[in-house]
């Protein structure tokens, strides 16, 4: 894949006889995802579906026979008079029988058969164009979930650490309270503080098992509830525009398919050139004097030419510029709209990476700040609450960064989404 390197293990859990690490790519989510979609199987229906119709249209060119009977009776029907003594005069007889077969055979029909079956060709090309429109922005539901859980997996863990603080500070200040060092509140308001945290992880880690089980429904397969998610590492380059998006090769199809159509119009007003022949048995046969019934047959050649299109042909070509024309302008609307959603990402990778230089900052103080407050609450100087509030500035300090690390890559995904470059 160009212009990006994704290493991402999501995958990690224990077995029954030890541990035991699977690793999954953000790329092999996209194939599995793709490949369990139901939307997939109507790509072979497409193939199969042309496949169909250019067969029939393939019989253009066979010959076209048809079996015809008739029996008619007629009021009148010519008669020879006798002309001379030794001719006696014909009357011929009122019923008349006929059974043919006809055979007509296409020799050239003006590149009207060709013309059809390009059409078909080229529609394939579009739907199968557009199915892939459609699996490629599920890559974007599969992007949001697969961070969703990166994001909750590593807010767990900031806020456990928190947990693991807040019991070990009740330790020593429970230690102090038998001491006489400090009094029964600060335990109760720690106490109080543990209960809320806890809370806290459980709507994360709901969050988190509610994404797996839809990253589960998506990929068809089992993933552990303990699963690990590694962030990728995207590489960017801001400076180019290079849209690759399928949807630019959708709307290319459908401009082919329209000056197919205009070639098309043209072809059905061109001269057709046929063969054809009839055999059959009846009365009278070819000899239209003879009262006995006989076989018969004939052999031809002919050429139509049906000048009646010419009534619509210019409305039709007319029609069909006008579509290629809207078609154009959708293909020009939808990059002006691709090139400003490309500059709100790249105004976003810009803004997030500030913002992680500042929450660095920010950390590194809180971590200062919560360091010297546990000191001070240990020696009763401060209370447990204004520990708390201090621990907790901390601890959304880290949530913050976690947080705009999560949304400069997704950011850098989103910005290679509309690119068609994922």
Sequence with gaps: MKNILLIISILCFLSS????????????????????????????????????KIENINTNYLPQISVNGQMTYQSEVTTIPKLSPFMSPITLNKDQYK??????????DGGLTESQKQIEK????????????????????????????????????????ALDNLREKLRNVESGIKNGVLLQNNADVLKAEILKTEQQFIEVSTM????????????????????????PQVKTDLFIFDNKRQEME???????????????????????????????????????????????YYLGAKVTWNFSALYQMKRDVKITDIQKDIVKTQKETFEKNLKISTLKEIS????????????????????????????QLESGVITATDYINELNAEKQARLNKELHEMQLTLS????????GKL
């Design 348 to 375: 976003d990778i810009s803004k997030f990476a500030d913002l992680i230089e500042k929450d660095i900052e920010i950390i590194t103080l809180r971590e200062k700040i919560t360091k010297s407050v546990s000191a």
């Design 250 to 296: 959708l709307f290319d199809l459908q401009i082919k398919k329209m000056d197919i159509s205009k070639k098309l119009i043209n072809d059905r007003i061109m001269p057709k050139m046929y063969a054809f022949g009839q055999t059959g048995y009846g009365r009278p046969g070819l000899n239209m004097l003879s009262n006995n019934f006989d076989f018969y």
């Design 208 to 231: 988190k098992l509610s994404g797996i089980q839809m990253l589960k429904e998506f990929l068809n397969t089992e993933i552990p509830a303990d699963v690990v998610l590694v962030k």
């Design 17 to 52: 006889k030890g541990a035991k690490n699977d690793t999954l790519y953000l790329e092999n989510c996209y194939a599995e995802a793709i490949k369990n979609y139901p939307k997939i199987v109507q790509k072979k229906l497409l193939e199969e579906n042309t496949a169909l």
């Design 122 to 161: 080229t529609a394939l090309d579009a739907d199968l164009k557009s199915v892939d429109v459609e699996l490629y922005t599920l890559k974007e539901r599969i992007n949001a979930i697969f961070f969703s859980i990166i994001l909750a997996n590593q807010n767990e863990a900031i806020i456990k650490t």
């Design 99 to 108: 059974l043919t077969l006809d055979v007509n055979q296409t020799i050239w």
């Design 412 to 419: 850098k995904i989103n910005y290679l989404f509309a690119l």
